[in-house]
């Protein structure tokens, strides 16, 4: 069993950057991929960046590569969403999400356990 809490939401301008944390709980959290996901108003949810279980691979949809950087404190089982250079359109709920094969999926099925999101609001 792994538990997941999001923070680090929050209102900022456009140009700005947040840190998200998912702060876990349970032994084996460290075999799992992490995934980050976000669902904007009115839309769907979807793939932000995984980082695999070995935490050497790490994966970006295309709307956020060179802004955003996943990364992880062992010591702190804690994994982070560092975002930089926030646009409107980065307003969603983000979640992160455990998924225990490793590989650090794109796909929203493939994750196991999430956390209750932490909302992201980018003012222009």
């Known amino acids: 069993q792994v538990q997941l809490v999001e923070s680090g939401g929050g209102l900022v301008q456009a140009g700005g950057s947040l840190r998200l944390s998912c702060a876990a709980s349970?032994?084996?959290?460290?075999?799992?991929?992490v995934g980050w996901f976000r669902q904007p108003p009115g839309k769907e949810q979807e793939f932000v960046a995984s980082?695999?279980?070995?935490?050497?691979?790490?994966y970006y949809a295309d709307s956020v590569k060179g802004r955003f950087t996943i990364s992880e404190d062992n010591a702190k089982n804690t994994v982070y969403l560092q975002m930089n250079s926030l646009k409107p359109e980065d307003t969603a709920v983000y979640y992160c999400?455990?998924?225990?094969?490793?590989?650090?999926?794109?796909?929203?099925?493939?994750?196991?356990?999430w956390g209750q999101g932490t909302q992201v609001t980018v003012s222009s």
């Open positions: 999400a455990a998924e225990r094969s490793g590989i650090g999926s794109r796909r929203v099925n493939e994750y196991d356990y």
């Open positions: 349970g032994r084996t959290f460290s075999r799992y991929a």
């Open positions: 980082i695999s279980w070995s935490r050497y691979n790490t």
